[in-house]
């Protein structure tokens, strides 16, 4: 089981780590169209451009404050743990799906099984937290039995 967790932790440390490299191309593109950009003789032309490429690095800088808080969640993760009670780290194995507590990085798939990373805020998240195996959640009104934790 061990294997599978740091296998999932990887994918969502690579899944960041995308994110990032993302994010900061796009920053460094706004930068140089910035430092580029030269006053025409269209003066308002000019200033209205400025001010979208200004939009557009704030909009950067707040996914780039998102991609920390990932990070951070993911420092505090502990894949290597068994768990019996669903918290941060655990792989839950319900009788319709497989979560991972982790970050919100959707689908991942592990040896051909689909695994979806959840958030604990996450609305599933949120009804999983604290149970234990053999225990019932209801969500969307389906009832849904957690089969494993670890």
Avoid at 76 to 94: H, N, P, R
Avoid at 116 to 126: C, R, V
Wanted: hydrophobic share 35%.
């Amino acid at each position: 089981m061990t294997k599978l967790k740091q296998e999932l932790y990887n994918q969502c440390a690579q899944f960041v780590l995308n994110k990032r490299n993302t994010i900061q191309r796009i920053i460094d593109e706004i930068h140089t169209s910035m430092t580029s950009e030269s006053k025409s003789t269209a003066g308002d032309k000019h200033e209205t451009g400025r001010a979208m490429l200004q939009l557009e690095r704030e909009k950067a800088g707040n996914q780039l404050k998102e991609v920390e808080r990932l990070e951070a969640t993911l420092k505090k993760l502990q894949w290597d743990k068994s768990m019996e009670l669903i918290s941060l780290g655990s792989y839950v194995v319900t009788d319709t799906m497989r979560y991972y507590i982790s970050i919100s990085a959707g689908e991942l798939l592990v040896d051909g099984t689909t695994v979806y990373a959840i958030s604990m805020q996450s609305p599933i998240g949120q009804l999983l937290l604290g149970k234990k195996k053999g225990d019932h959640f209801v969500f969307r009104g389906k009832s849904t039995e957690i089969v494993e934790v670890s």
